[in-house]
């Protein structure tokens, strides 16, 4: 008799770790809920987290752009700068920036995999290394923030969501170039070669 309630114990505390173990191992399920990491499509495994947060590692702060600004009196084209010019490369920057980081939250919503660079004024600094229309994947953006415009002072380089056929094959009939392989990440501007716009004196 004594034997069987020993056994029936046992089998009662088996039977709550499996329990414990099973809600436990539920958990992370749950957790993706609130925080969507990694979601399959195509041939990429895109990363849905926003660059909002990574961001800061790779580009100037406002304070350091100001510091700078401060010691430059000329840009790239030997044009003067005046205050207003100067003010306006800082707005524009982190205004450019901002348009930039919404363009993938909007792009990660609707599940877009694939991304064009495209300018909006002339920019002599860019084009020479970012070709217009040339693309990346939002893998890509994942691994490497760093190809987040701007790139220098009075960038006009602008990322698009690339709305066609979700496939490399439809990026390259449209006659799209990627930016970089996998691993070859290519030499980008530096950010404080400076392309003032023109402005009433």
């Known amino acids: 008799m004594a034997y069987i309630l020993l056994g029936l114990v046992l089998l009662f505390i088996f039977i709550l770790v499996a329990v414990k173990v099973g809600i436990s191992q539920a958990k992370p399920e749950d957790a993706d809920s609130e925080t969507p990491v990694i979601h399959k499509s195509g041939i990429y495994s895109i990363v849905r987290r926003t660059p909002r947060e990574s961001i800061s590692n790779h580009k100037p702060p406002e304070e350091e752009i100001r510091k700078y600004l401060d010691s430059q009196n000329e840009d790239l084209r030997k044009r003067p700068l005046n205050e207003g010019e100067k003010n306006a490369l800082i707005e524009d920057?982190?205004?450019?920036?901002?348009?930039?980081?919404?363009?993938?939250?909007?792009?990660?919503?609707?599940?877009?995999?694939?991304?064009?660079?495209r300018y909006s004024g002339d920019d002599e600094v860019c084009e020479r290394t970012i070709p217009n229309n040339c693309f990346v994947s939002r893998e890509q953006i994942f691994k490497y923030p760093s190809i987040i415009p701007p790139?220098?002072?009075?960038?006009?380089?602008?990322?698009?969501r690339?709305?066609?056929?979700?496939?490399?094959?439809?990026?390259?009939?449209h006659r799209y170039r990627r930016l970089f392989d996998q691993n070859n990440l290519p030499k980008l501007p530096e950010w404080k070669q400076i392309l003032a716009k023109a402005t009433t004196r």
């Open 151 to 160: 790139f220098h002072l009075g960038c006009t380089c602008e990322l698009t």
């Open 93 to 117: 920057w982190g205004a450019l920036l901002e348009k930039n980081i919404m363009e993938i939250e909007k792009g990660d919503r609707e599940g877009i995999e694939f991304y064009l660079y």
């Open 162 to 173: 690339y709305h066609g056929d979700e496939d490399m094959r439809d990026t390259t009939s």
